[in-house]
Structure formats: C-alpha cells, structure tokens
C-alpha cells in the first residue's frame, strides 16, 4: 500500500492508524491505495500492538427472556457509539454454560466484561478478575464479587407489587419466585416474605414456591402450589418467563374460565400482558438503562476512572381498570 501510494511505509502506518501527523495529500494517497486495495485492518495483530482490543464481552442469563433482549439490545447501540464492539453469549440460566463462555471470552482477549451472574463465583471467573479484567456485574451480584452492580431496585419493586395486591383486597396469594441461588430470586423472595403480613397477605408458605426463572419451572412450581389445595385469588410472578409458567399452569389446571378469575401481577412487563383476560399488571423493569449504565461503567473501568454502582427505580403499570 505504501509503495502504490508512494510514501513511507511509517506514513502509511500513521495515516491508517489515524494519527494527525501527516499531510493532507499523504493522507488523501494513502486513502485511495486504501481503497483501490480493500485493505481491511488486520483485529489481532493491531490489538497486540496496542494492547487492547475494543471489543467488549456481554454474558447474559437468558437471551430469551424480554428484559435481557432489551438490555442487550441498549448495551451494543452504546458500546458501538464508545467505538466498541460487543460479544453476546447467552447462559440460558446454566452455570456450566456460563463458566464455559467465561474461558471463551478469556481467551478472545476482551478489554472488559459486562456479567449477569448465574450464582455464586467460579474458580474461572475468580481466575478472570484476579487477572486484572475489568468487570461490570448487571442486575444480579455474586457473593464475594466485588465489582460495580447495575441493576433494579428489588426493594421497591416487590413494595410496589405487595400495595397493589393491598389494594386489590387480596390475602390468599401464590408467590412463584426464581432460585435463591440467584441475587434476583433471593431478594424478590426476602422482600416479598418481609411485607406480605403488614399488607394484609397470608404467610403460609403453602402459597409460596421456588421455580427457575424458565417458563416450565415456573409451570412445575405453580402446579405444587396448586397441588397443596390451596386456591389463590392472585398470583406473583418473580419475573416475565415465570409469569409466564404460572399462567400456563393455572389454564392447564384449572380451566379457562376459573383460570381468568385469578388475578396476575409480574416482577417485570411484557408486550403480551396486554391481551390477557384479565390483563396483567406488573412492575416495569427499565432494562435498557441498566444496560447502557453497564457499558458506560465499564468504558469508565477501562480507561481507569471510578465507578459507582447504582439501582434504577421501577414504575407499576396498572391494568386492573382497563
């Protein structure tokens, strides 16, 4: 290329490096051998030299799952707009899977890792941080990680969900939750257990039951509580897919017509809520900020500025009256 363009082959490194100390006709040369050439840069050669990659890792619990298409979806628009690119995996709420894409973004040589764990630390993921890759941990923690967290305000967004059921009169309520195992799963739970008695719901934990944050575990979990002969008037659903489950369960178990006389309410809002009868009330997660929040903090890591961990706010979406 330097040989078409006629310059040094220093010039033309400078040029296609993007560096600002060469002449405008160099550069204009250089370009157009460039282009006559389709010259592509070579990644890995370029990121060993400079000792970085652009290139950002997003491992995250279940693609499937609305809230981390969304979060996903918000996180690559930014990185692109930092000058990054994003590798997507997916653990499908597998912890050997997730172990499995750890290796694989080690050796990929990524500048940093935005996570939502699976549940406790793995030696593979101690390994990756002890070796100075900087983390970002999205809307799930890991005991004995210390890594900054983004994520939503389980807290308030179980309150909010116990004062709608409050309001709506409601005390024999089925609580179908996620793993323990996971931050997400044990929080919703501890906050639920907490407030249920002050609003006025039952605290036998005959109405409570643990699924995986999949559709058919939730199905399974619903259908225990069912089996206990106990008849809710309102279900909770720890989040979208296990909303989800449980609405399967109660028409499977119980028939349509007895199945709409329940009310449902979700950690967590999907499209299809809409169209259910009757329609589904939920607290709104605002995923896509979590992620942008998560690549920014990330970015801010890399380049070795602080950064702080922050909870974003839910919002309940009523429609009860519609």
Known sequence: MAARAGVSLGTASRVLSGSSATSPESRAR??????ELAYVAHGPARSLRRSRTD????LVSDIRNPFFSELAHAAERDALRAGYSVLLANANEDE????????????QRIDGLLLSPQGPVTPRLSALVA???PVVLLNRHADGLDAPLFETDNEQGVGLVLDWLQRHGHRDVAYVGGPASISTGAERLAAYVAGRAEHGITTSDAFVEAGDFLPDGAAAAMTRILDRGVRPTAVFGANGPTTLGAVRALHARLGREAASAIDVISFDDLDWFDFTTPRISAVRNDAASIGRLGVRGLIDLIDGRPVESQRVAMELVDRSAA
């Open 30 to 35: 250089v370009q157009a051998a460039a282009a």
């Open 55 to 58: 290139v950002l890792g997003l």
């Open 96 to 107: 050997a899977q997730a172990d499995e894409y750890l290796g694989i973004f080690a050796s």
């Open 131 to 133: 070796s100075g890759m």
